[in-house]
């Protein structure tokens, strides 16, 4: 009988990640939960940005691309508050998902003990091989450079068209990462 492999996605402290905490991790954050939710995952989900103003709320473009997405299911989207990531929050995460390359290197910078969790979600996705477990799939891809090639552009300044392609972008993402996560469990 072949050895099984470990199915660590299917119980995951998820951190999302972004600048302001306004934005793309609060989107994200959202998509993710429905995702668990969807697929029986015991994900705990927590947003927060690399630079904050700590308790802001999400801006109303960010709520207006999210309600564009009925898949998403119903939040409490006016609860959300801007959080400044943690050394607790990177203890806590099994993975750091973030936008972009440069909240990689902030990560790698300022909390060097979660370089090995921490991984841009583009890259991640483009770059993670398949035949792995999550773990090390995760571990893989923030082993290597972070690139910008993979970024998810920051929507901030841009008008509602710009943000529901931000959230387009994002949720189909999280359709991606859930398919890695539905491979690995069924194996």
């Not at 409490?76 to 801007?82: A, D, G, V």
């Not at 552009?153 to 996560?181: F, H, K, R």
Request: charge should be negative.
């Amino acid at each position: 009988m072949p050895a099984q492999r470990a199915q660590p996605a299917k119980e995951l402290k998820i951190v999302t990640l972004c600048t302001g905490n306004v934005a793309r991790s609060v989107m994200l954050g959202y998509m993710l939960a429905r995702v668990a939710d969807v697929n029986a995952y015991d994900w705990q989900i927590r947003t927060a940005g690399t630079h904050v103003i700590e308790g802001s709320a999400m801006s109303s473009r960010t709520r207006d691309a999210l309600l564009t997405l009925g898949d998403i299911g119903t939040h409490q989207y006016n609860s959300h508050r801007s959080h400044q990531l943690s050394g607790d929050d990177v203890a806590w995460a099994d993975v750091i998902l973030t936008s972009e390359a440069n909240q990689v290197k902030f990560v790698q910078a300022i909390f060097p003990q979660g370089t090995r969790k921490t991984v841009s979600l583009g890259q991640f996705l483009r770059e993670a091989p398949l035949d792995e477990t999550f773990e090390d799939q995760i571990e893989f891809v923030a082993m290597k450079p972070p690139s910008e090639e993979f970024d998810v552009v920051d929507p901030a300044g841009g008008g509602q068209s710009t943000y529901n392609a931000c959230a387009q972008q994002l949720w189909e993402m999280s359709q991606v990462l859930a398919a890695i996560v539905s491979d690995e469990s069924s194996d």
